[in-house]
């Protein structure tokens, strides 16, 4: 590196970290994605020049549901074993949010001195990422659809990451989701080394395929894909009566590992990061240690205990990924008539500002379960009408829910606590800025 690349460099360096203090010392957040946004503009080049530097290689997680999870458990499974490992803990996975997350480990000169670099990587902007990074591993996770007015149709971001990981050397490493039809056939067309994921339990099949599904046709062919079974949205076990297309065989096999977290959508993010383990050359028993003890990232089944009660805080931010809350959820409601759910509805930049998405939820399901459901947030009038038709959907004479509207969040969370029993749970559905909210109200910061 000449030496006015090097001046530039921890220039640029220098002023992302006083800018880190300084938003930390006023308390205005946590500092995730100014720094890095500041310091871009002071040296275009920063990024490829970071990801230089990481000793063993650099991991891309991506996918629309799962990256957060994924991403701390496997740096927690490779910090367990002694390597130092860099990550945008935050959540901030967008390019000024990678910056920031890698100037926090590198010292006043711009080096960066870690064995792992393990970045959630957004859905959209892994092609531009690419454009700067050769990364050693790239976990695939799923594709849901998810902010339509900003990411447009499944399809089109597969057609954008084969594109993007072609040119890249084929001794990289993919990880994907067979259950996933689209990452499937995406695996089945790369020339890189491909490894995949997927569930083998049939006694977790849905009864029926839900309506937020998005990838029931083959990609190859275009016809109606055959499903044994769903586990969730449209993952599941399928083939193609036309062209032969079929959930890759060689899909890792779920039952052999265990998980912590609730929900069937955990599962998948937790042999999602054992198999990358294990291509590191983890062993099994210390991947299962690290598993048994893992506490979930903020927002994520997180669970905080609030004046003596129990809260878990579940982030729901499109059609799939509330669907499998409220699965979760019922699973664990269904025998408790007083259950207490606070759904809270956001429509800002962060959530995507068109809520119609909700129509596609199975709220029927929660309603169905009854208890107390409170509705706040932005959107309010938006969720509570969409529960009061799943009330006439399914029959008011057959639901003993109780609906309640808070448009203040405080009070919402308040009389959310107040109704909740102290034997039981509060759980609490935000989209992704309404989770800010609500843990900043509940634990007294923010995390953005």
Same mark, same amino acid.
């Given at each position: 590196?000449?030496?006015?690349?090097?001046?530039?460099?921890?220039?640029?360096?220098?002023?992302?970290?006083?800018?880190?203090?300084?938003?930390?010392?006023?308390?205005?957040?946590?500092?995730?994605?100014?720094?890095?946004?500041?310091?871009?503009?002071?040296?275009?080049?920063?990024?490829?020049?970071?990801?230089?530097?990481?000793?063993?290689?650099?991991?891309?997680?991506?996918?629309?549901?799962?990256?957060?999870?994924?991403? !701390?458990?496997?740096? /927690?499974?490779?910090?367990?074993?002694?390597?130092?490992? $860099?990550? +945008?803990?935050? =959540?901030? *996975? &967008?390019?000024?949010?990678?910056?920031?997350?890698?100037?926090?480990?590198?010292?006043?000169?711009?080096?960066?001195?870690?064995?792992?670099?393990?970045?959630?990587?957004?859905?959209?902007?892994?092609?531009?990422?690419?454009?700067?990074?050769?990364?050693?591993?790239?976990?695939?996770?799923?594709?849901?659809?998810?902010?339509?007015?900003?990411?447009?149709?499944?399809?089109?971001?597969?057609?954008?990451?084969?594109?993007?990981?072609?040119? !890249?050397?084929?001794? /990289?490493?993919?990880?994907?989701?067979?259950?996933?039809? $689209?990452? +499937?056939?995406? =695996?089945? *067309? &790369?020339?890189?080394?491909?490894?995949?994921?997927?569930?083998?339990?049939?006694?977790?099949?849905?009864?029926?395929?839900?309506?937020?599904?998005?990838?029931?046709?083959?990609?190859?062919?275009?016809?109606?894909?055959?499903?044994?079974?769903?586990?969730?949205?449209?993952?599941?076990?399928?083939?193609?009566?036309?062209?032969?297309?079929?959930?890759?065989?060689?899909?890792?096999?779920?039952?052999?590992?265990?998980?912590?977290?609730?929900?069937?959508?955990?599962?998948?993010?937790?042999?999602?990061?054992?198999?990358?383990?294990?291509?590191?050359?983890?062993?099994?028993?210390?991947?299962?240690?690290?598993?048994?003890?893992?506490?979930?990232?903020?927002?994520?089944?997180?669970?905080?205990?609030?004046?003596?009660?129990?809260?878990?805080?579940?982030?729901?931010?499109?059609?799939?990924?509330?669907?499998?809350?409220?699965?979760?959820?019922?699973?664990?409601?269904?025998?408790?008539?007083?259950?207490?759910?606070?759904?809270?509805?956001?429509?800002?930049?962060?959530?995507?500002?068109?809520?119609?998405?909700?129509?596609?939820?199975?709220?029927?399901?929660?309603?169905?379960?009854?208890?107390?459901?409170?509705?706040?947030?932005?959107?309010?009038?938006?969720?509570?009408?969409?529960?009061?038709?799943?009330?006439?959907?399914?029959?008011?004479?057959?639901?003993?829910?109780?609906?309640?509207?808070?448009?203040?969040?405080?009070?919402?969370?308040?009389?959310?606590?107040?109704?909740?029993?102290?034997?039981?749970?509060?759980?609490?559905?935000?989209?992704?800025?309404?989770?800010?909210?609500?843990?900043?109200?509940?634990?007294?910061?923010?995390?953005?």
């Amino acid at each position: 590196m000449q030496l006015v690349d090097r001046i530039r460099l921890g220039l640029a360096v220098g002023v992302a970290k006083t800018v880190t203090g300084m938003v930390k010392m006023l308390r205005l957040g946590a500092a995730s994605v100014l720094p890095g946004e500041i310091s871009r503009r002071l040296h275009p080049r920063l990024l490829p020049l970071m990801f230089e530097q990481v000793k063993q290689g650099v991991i891309l997680i991506v996918g629309t549901n799962g990256k957060t999870t994924t991403s !701390l458990l496997l740096r /927690t499974i490779l910090e367990d074993q002694g390597y130092r490992v $860099t990550h +945008n803990s935050s =959540g901030a *996975n &967008l390019i000024n949010g990678l910056i920031t997350a890698l100037l926090v480990d590198t010292d006043l000169t711009g080096n960066l001195n870690v064995d792992y670099a393990i970045l959630e990587v957004d859905e959209n902007i892994l092609p531009l990422v690419l454009k700067d990074c050769q990364p050693k591993y790239i976990l695939g996770l799923n594709l849901f659809r998810d902010q339509l007015d900003r990411y447009g149709e499944v399809d089109t971001i597969a057609q954008r990451w084969q594109k993007a990981i072609a040119p !890249l050397p084929t001794d /990289t490493t993919i990880v994907l989701n067979a259950d996933d039809p $689209t990452l +499937n056939y995406l =695996g089945q *067309n &790369l020339t890189q080394k491909v490894l995949f994921f997927g569930l083998s339990e049939p006694n977790l099949y849905l009864e029926e395929i839900p309506h937020a599904v998005d990838s029931i046709y083959c990609p190859s062919c275009g016809t109606l894909l055959n499903y044994q079974g769903v586990y969730l949205s449209h993952l599941g076990d399928y083939e193609c009566p036309s062209c032969g297309f079929a959930k890759n065989a060689t899909a890792i096999d779920s039952k052999d590992w265990g998980q912590i977290l609730i929900g069937v959508y955990n599962k998948y993010n937790t042999i999602a990061a054992g198999l990358l383990a294990q291509e590191f050359g983890i062993a099994k028993p210390d991947i299962f240690q690290t598993i048994s003890n893992f506490k979930a990232a903020f927002g994520r089944a997180e669970e905080l205990t609030i004046d003596d009660k129990q809260v878990r805080i579940l982030l729901s931010k499109n059609p799939v990924g509330m669907n499998e809350t409220i699965r979760a959820v019922n699973d664990i409601n269904k025998t408790k008539e007083a259950a207490v759910t606070l759904l809270v509805l956001n429509d800002r930049i962060p959530d995507g500002t068109d809520v119609s998405w909700i129509w596609d939820v199975d709220t029927e399901q929660l309603v169905a379960t009854g208890g107390k459901l409170i509705v706040s947030g932005d959107r309010f009038f938006d969720m509570a009408l969409r529960l009061q038709y799943s009330c006439e959907q399914i029959g008011a004479e057959n639901t003993n829910f109780e609906l309640i509207i808070q448009e203040d969040l405080g009070a919402a969370i308040a009389t959310s606590l107040e109704l909740t029993k102290k034997e039981e749970t509060l759980h609490i559905l935000p989209t992704y800025s309404a989770m800010l909210e609500v843990r900043e109200a509940l634990v007294g910061r923010k995390i953005l």
